[in-house]
């Protein structure tokens, strides 16, 4: 009897990065989907050695992709790949994208969705033409307080918004490490392989998809600055933009790969004409929420606690005290994709909760977001940028 | 070809508890291990209905351990299960563990072990007798900055060993919620399931494991109290105990489940003659580490952080600032038992990371604990109650 | 024309320590307190060396307080020091007290309040003679966080209490250091010097005050060990205490002067029936408060907090977020001293708000804290020891 | 004979606010200063009544400045007035401060230092021709935390210094408060009271101060928005700038008043090429000091730290462990100020820890940043805006 489960091939992810384990471990948590095969480096040795440490048999471990979805659509349609997972540096997102809805198949694509805005325009066009389902691992977006954060500004807990504060710092690229082999640094700071971005297109992005996530509205202007600190680095390692948003919101985005002393400090804070809510990735079990007058709630996430909205309580798996963290965030992206496509094979409507993912749309703003910072922030003489469409 | 991961039947764990899930994804996570059937709960429609949550095939999903066991054995060895994890109220761990160490199965099993210190002591014998392996799962020494922890105090950082405090308050039972239908506290507060002790016997043993795991030191003494402060209430709800251990190291532990605020707050504090390291679980990837005479350390938990020991290490999936958490530790547990099994099953030796999860001998003192504490803390007129063996 | 300011004078606090400029601080702050006179150590050149440095006319440095005393009732009224306040090393304590109230002076003194339980019994005696106002600095209850706590379980948003913890870990005698000079550990570990215990008498005190301060609750038995870790020292320098409290309240009490890494980290977390408050001296202007079901409020001090009780109120000074701290505590001491000694001076009955300071019935039970942790705590025959009247 | 104390008086700070309290509060406690005089309202009533509520006695409590200026004058120098504090609304900071440096008295004036520019330059003057002194109340330069993060700063521990983020987000004014008495809020939303800004002038000035004073470096061009959130205030009440500082610094300002749930929660964090640190003004009793590749260290400050600066140990008055806040902070600008001014009368130079606290030039300068962030702020046409000098 052929299992229930989602079938995933990848693309990148092999054994000397560190992202492809957590996708897959996302993947795989839920019983929902399994690995069925991949291409897991442009170097087949190394692609072969990463698929065998996955316990993929030998005949579904290819050595390229367009090996993989050429040899995968020849098998029985109860046996191929469902959907591929795309983890590779940014310049060789689009191509197995497009291969991948040629084919038939579905998209799971690390963020930024692609290269270039051009590319993005393109694979937003093709997933409409096939009807086929894409997912933009905007990972923040998954965690069960931000969707707390999310359905409480919807349903108006803090008035009118008024002023967000969204920022992402890190440190580990404070040194030029990147011209040492060993690290994730080499392509992130090539603008051949990452874009024309380096920390806005790596963690900005980040950070402006949850400003717009979280708060339902859009930027449409932006003052900025980008710096390069680093010697000899040629692309950005830094940047601060105010933001202006729908209904006369103001946003602050900072972010910087300088700022030693931070991983992954990714925060927001949102403040309305009632009350705030804040919201930190390192210890990313609970809300502060505060109105004035009152003292401060700190809201827990847990399964058990009955204040909290059936939207976080979907993406919750622990009680509370029992802490939730980043492949659980990653893990609620990938279910919520798989009962979406599952829905999609069933021909029936999937549930706002099974939506809930980033998708084809979130993942062209973001490289519009790319566009917009970078022509703002190396830009002395215009002060308020227009969003770039 | 067969898939190189061990295939695991699950007793117990349906879908109306949370704690079998839990097992579950992190069996998974590794991709080092898949659910291939179980008996999910006494009520068969309730086994059936979670076998097909967790896409098993009907003909896999047992109405009885009994059924499973004999159904499983007379399967071809590259079918059937490798090893069962039993995930059912203490009452019912004994059974199902013999039979499966009796069919040559290996055994994974919640703690406490047994319902009594009988019943763990014919464990060990027959899991001697056998040679199969069996975990017993004291999640919080999975966490890797436990380990970094204990790393640290048998490197000698701390000097000599003084004085430990470690705790585990809760306050979910704050109320008589047992007399109610839908929470996890029936059994867990009815002696003739749980066994001799209620606080003590379903967290007090972590509090102690941690101690005993982390210190590398046994308890020889202890001098206690324990309390019921819920009127009706059969068993304790609270409870503290002195307890001398080796080398003259005096801990205290305190554990409640009417601490109310208290979602499962372990923690632990180690003091010696040199420094003290402290780990508070609700906020797990980091430590606090003091000398005198110098700044406070927080020794933050990340794949990329080069001071931290080869131990925490292979315990780690991701880098600094993405929280790792209660189901990743747990799946360190069942990621160490796979690989020990695994080395097993091919006549080789494990290693000493492999090795590392709680054990029957673990599983042993936890119900020794039990008994001590249960003979200590009921009785007014002895002061110091000796390690009852 | 005579300032309306009560006029004090000094017994130890020389430049020497730390402890005696902090009591100055405190009692200046409010311009109801100046200093006048004083005898600040027993070296005469130390005293007079303080005395200037304190801006004190060399006729009002003192050589001994026997001079003091003698001198200054000489004195016309309104030239005269008013009270006393005691900051020697506690076998000083009640001579120079004694001597004060037997020149109807008023007496400020330091914890514990003398050396031994009988001459507290005396001291007791003779206020109640005199009538004169005696206050014992047990700072800790100075605290507004501390006044809003006491308040809101006197009010019952607790429900009955069940559980206490309280502690007060110390890092600073690890080592031996009262064998060199130029600390303040000499006559701490010294029982000639000290009384009976060591750390139980310099801090175990501040943790058993806060727990009967802020409960309203008296301790009725102990069961307690007390440990002498660092070898040649001659008293306690760490101890763990259970006790039974009146209603059937039990609580933990431990302290050490051995916890490496913690400076004076003294909390408390109260529980009931309906929910539990949590203050952490370190951090001194939150309470930490929780229901069941509900999220956590962080309860903040500040003077324009509208949820704030009037006994907390009347000890804020600033308004939220500028943190009030260690020596504003000790100034609610002195002002609501000052203000009582006034009501007393013109023959009118002080509020409730200007009482609330800890007095000689504090300080007699303070010495009874200590007869009772040490009969209990070096003794491994018995188990409960009742309090020691 | 005389006392050695410096005598105050004071001009505003009367009981219907709460800023001059804790002036005074700071001003007594070291026993330097004493409180003879002062005119704390424009209404005589009320410095009449708080005139008496501080211990004055009638006939040095005036009904204005100007009388109280002529009056003291002409007192015997040794009972007359040494400096005056200057605690009114922006608008009446110039008058008496010059007046007060054209009768040969001190001044210390609350910040702001002017209404104006021109005001502040015509006071830095006056300072240079009489050649008193003139203090600044910029606060949080007074936490000796702070004075630790510029000494370490400045000797290099961060390496060159690279980015800033200094923010002080406020909640009190997220609604229009100002339009009811009985609180503060009145005069500081009102352009002919408090000058060109609002939230700038009161609390953006601060984090600006708090940039420069810590790095050490000017700022040199600023990209801003000013924005007033609340309808029908007439002045800005919340705002972000960008600033370029000397060295090529990039530093971020964020202030606010429409922050829900903050209360004064400036923080500075400053990263260098070599390490980061980090401050909290509601926490401030702690640095997080970071450099690559090691644990965070936590530096806490207390008296007993021998790792602290001299610099930082001159302005603490506790051991380690208990905290000191806000009023110490101003404490220790008055206890500078007032040794300063000793040695000025006694015609010696003042070291360098005795001059540390904000003067007539840091003055100047903050009246400098308001109009500099007014006209970058309001204006969208001009994206960076040079420092106005």
């Known amino acids: 009897m052929k299992s229930r489960k989602l079938k995933m091939g990848m693309v990148g992810g092999g054994l000397t990065g560190f992202i492809g384990a957590i996708h897959l471990r996302a993947a795989l948590m839920e019983n929902k989907i399994e690995l069925v095969c991949g291409c897991f480096s442009s170097k087949p040795e190394v692609s072969k050695e990463s ?125 030029r490490i990147e011209i040492e082999s060993g690290n994730n640094a080499g392509w992130r700071t090539d603008p051949k392989l990452s874009g024309k971005a380096g920390c806005m297109g790596d963690i900005g992005t980040h950070a402006w998809h949850l400003c717009e996530y979280i708060s339902g509205l859009k930027v449409k202007e932006m003052c900025a600055e980008l710096n390069t600190f680093v010697p000899g680095r040629p692309i950005d390692d830094d940047g601060t933009a105010m933001m202006r948003m729908e209904q006369g919101v103001k946003a602050l985005l900072a972010a910087s790969q300088i700022a030693i002393g931070n991983a992954n400090n990714i925060s927001i804070r949102v403040y309305g004409e009632k009350g705030s809510l804040k919201w930190v990735q390192e210890d990313p079990n609970k809300l502060f929420f505060n109105t004035s007058h009152t003292p401060e709630q700190i809201i827990y996430i847990g399964g058990d606690y009955p204040y909290l909205s059936q939207r976080a309580q979907w993406n919750i798996r622990t009680p509370g005290g029992h802490p939730e963290g980043f492949i659980e965030a990653f893990a609620n992206i990938y279910r919520n994709f798989a009962l979406t496509v599952a829905a999609h094979k069933a021909g029936e409507h999937p549930t706002a909760e099974m939506l809930d993912f980033p998708d084809v749309n979130d993942g062209v703003r973001g490289m519009q977001f790319i566009e917009t910072i970078v022509k703002a922030g190396w830009n002395d003489d215009t002060k308020w940028v227009s969003w770039v469409e």
Chains 1, 2, 3, 4 share one sequence.
């Not at 096939?130 to 933009?136: F, K, N, R, Y």
């Open 51 to 175: 698929g065998r440490f996955y316990n993929l048999p030998d005949n579904r471990i290819y050595s390229s992709y367009q090996e993989m979805f050429a040899r995968e659509i020849a098998l029985p349609e109860e046996e191929r790949m469902d959907f591929v997972v795309i983890v590779t540096p940014n310049n060789h997102h689009f191509e197995p994208a497009m291969l991948a809805l040629d084919n038939g198949m579905h998209v799971v694509v690390d963020k930024p969705m692609t290269f270039s805005l051009e590319e993005a325009k393109i694979l937003q066009q093709k997933v409409t033409e096939t009807g086929l389902i894409l997912a933009v691992t905007h990972v923040y977006a998954g965690y069960p307080a931000v969707k707390e954060m999310k359905t409480r500004i919807t349903a108006g807990e803090l008035g009118k918004l008024r002023r967000i504060y969204v920022e992402y710092p890190q440190g580990w690229l404070a040194e």
